[in-house]
């Protein structure tokens, strides 16, 4: 509860009152200021009565008419509030919005003379990904204006704005969805319920996963080893190149890259698999999650996808708390702050496992994509499905950094994006044909090598455009060439 303006004045004119009375030696301004006050705190502990009514009888209903919104598009928030029992007292609700989100901003009033009040505004956000409606802002003002009250109330309302769909996307492979994932397999360690046993503590591993029982009995630092019967573990690798910003505006490499792995997380999301998403761009890992199947985490994928280049830093902030990798929680610090107040040979034991692992961010100074693909299957507790969506700029590093995860015991699929179908040089018609069979060579070379199926992503009407394009070129070679064994 706050003072309004018009409480200050009268807590001013109190406080006036019983200076003069005592600097000036009289009785009757200090019982003035004495008056005044007790009927401030009289009114006081009726407003904070009457704000408590008010707030249990104001009834605040938020919705949207559109589920998904596309970027820059305009959407309508309904937003409307109602006493449900006349009130002495007066309120207005403040919409206000999430960062990234721009919008008209209401106040709707409602009193003893107006019980309801509804009002509809436009709003757009540029970038996609999901925003959460912050709380709205009930004020409440008592009927002699001395006093105000300001409470949030938390409607719980998303706005997804969803990135424009690819018309022309072209994924190619046969069933895909089944050999990505097959049948489901039994027997692995996980992140289910039932415990198989116990082993050493790997760095990773999740803190509330230490048994602390054998830890303190083998001197060492042990965790549950858990198992899974029913979930396949995925971890996507998604390509942040600069080379992956190849092609037109809305269909660039990175847009056709996106919809796929957000194809893969949806089919995920349905079967309830667990799954972790990394980035890669020039310097290294750009951006990393832990595999959890939760669905906030699917949401923070999806968010994370949506999202540009210079966003993901933003992303990244949240990480916490849904158990988004780096630097250790604030929990995890203050364990290590005890066990380094501790001088015993438990605490000795466990020190090292809780001190701080130093930036968020992993950096390689060459071979970004392999030495990322490499330092996370190496770390991985469960073998299961590694997704790498990239490109064919560079081969070499590819084809080696998919041989070390398949050596790690996971099944790799790959997307691979054309870079002949995205440069502009389509005026060779012979030379960009060549490139294509370069590209589908390199492809077809993944996809003979054990446990790794390579897919194509490409705009199919592009690809389409430069095989007809060859294939017009040969009807007419063939046509000359039959006219020029005629003439002879």
């Not at 209401?106 to 309801?116: A, F, K, R, S």
């Not at 009040?117 to 009927?143: H, I, K, M, R």
């Not at 190619?172 to 319920?193: I, R």
């Not at 994509?369 to 299957?377: A, D, E, I, S």
Request: with cysteine; net charge negative.
């Amino acid at each position: 509860m706050e003072l309004t303006r018009r409480g200050h004045a009268v807590i001013g004119t109190a406080g006036t009152l019983l200076l003069v009375g005592v600097l000036g030696d009289r009785p009757l301004a200090v019982v003035g200021a004495a008056t005044l006050c007790a009927w401030l705190l009289v009114v006081q502990h009726r407003a904070v009565s009457r704000f408590v009514a008010c707030d249990e009888s104001l009834s605040v209903s938020v919705a949207t008419e559109q589920l998904a919104l596309q970027p820059n598009e305009r959407g309508t928030l309904t937003v409307a509030i109602e006493f449900e029992e006349t009130q002495r007292l007066s309120a207005s609700v403040t919409v206000e919005w999430p960062v990234g989100v721009d919008g008209e901003r209401p106040t709707l009033m409602v009193g003893p003379e107006t019980n309801q009040a509804e009002t509809t505004c436009t709003f757009s956000a540029p970038l996609a990904g999901q925003y959460e409606l912050p709380e709205l802002q009930c004020n409440y003002t008592d009927e002699s204006g001395l006093f105000e009250q300001r409470v949030g109330r938390s409607e719980h309302t998303s706005i997804v704005v969803e990135t424009a769909s690819l018309s022309d996307l072209q994924v190619g492979g046969d069933d895909l969805a089944a050999k990505l994932y097959g049948e489901h397999p039994n027997n692995q360690s996980g992140s289910g319920t039932d415990v198989m046993g116990i082993r050493r503590y790997i760095p990773g591993d999740s803190l509330s996963r230490i048994d602390w029982n054998s830890t303190a009995r083998l001197g060492d630092a042990y965790v549950r080893e858990l198992e899974d019967e029913s979930s396949n573990q995925t971890r996507i690798f998604l390509d942040r190149h600069e080379s992956m910003n190849d092609g037109p505006p809305g269909r660039k490499k990175s847009d056709y890259m996106r919809e796929v792995a957000l194809g893969i997380l949806q089919i995920l999301e349905r079967d309830y698999d667990p799954v972790g998403l990394t980035l890669i761009d020039e310097g290294g890992i750009q951006f990393d999650s832990d595999i959890r199947e939760t669905p906030r985490h699917y949401r923070q994928c999806r968010r994370v996808l949506n999202a540009d280049r210079d966003r993901v830093a933003e992303t990244r902030s949240r990480r916490h708390n849904e158990g988004w990798t780096g630097t250790p929680s604030n929990v995890a610090q203050q364990i290590g702050a005890r066990l380094s107040a501790q001088d015993n040979e438990f605490a000795t034991v466990l020190r090292p496992f809780f001190e701080a692992s130093g930036s968020y961010t992993q950096r390689f100074d060459s071979e970004p994509l392999f030495n990322g693909l490499r330092v996370k299957t190496s770390t991985e507790l469960t073998r299961g499905w590694t997704v790498i969506c990239t490109d064919d700029t560079r081969p070499q590093e590819t084809r080696e950094a998919v041989k070390a995860t398949v050596s790690e015991g996971t099944l790799v699929t790959v997307f691979l994006t054309p870079t002949v179908l995205f440069d502009g040089s389509w005026a060779d018609t012979e030379r960009t044909y060549e490139r294509y069979v370069d590209f589908e060579t390199f492809r077809k070379q993944l996809n003979a090598m054990p446990g790794v199926h390579a897919y194509e992503v490409a705009p199919g009407e592009r690809r389409t455009a430069v095989l007809e394009a060859r294939q017009n070129e040969r009807d007419d070679e063939g046509l000359n060439g039959g006219e020029n064994h005629a003439r002879a």
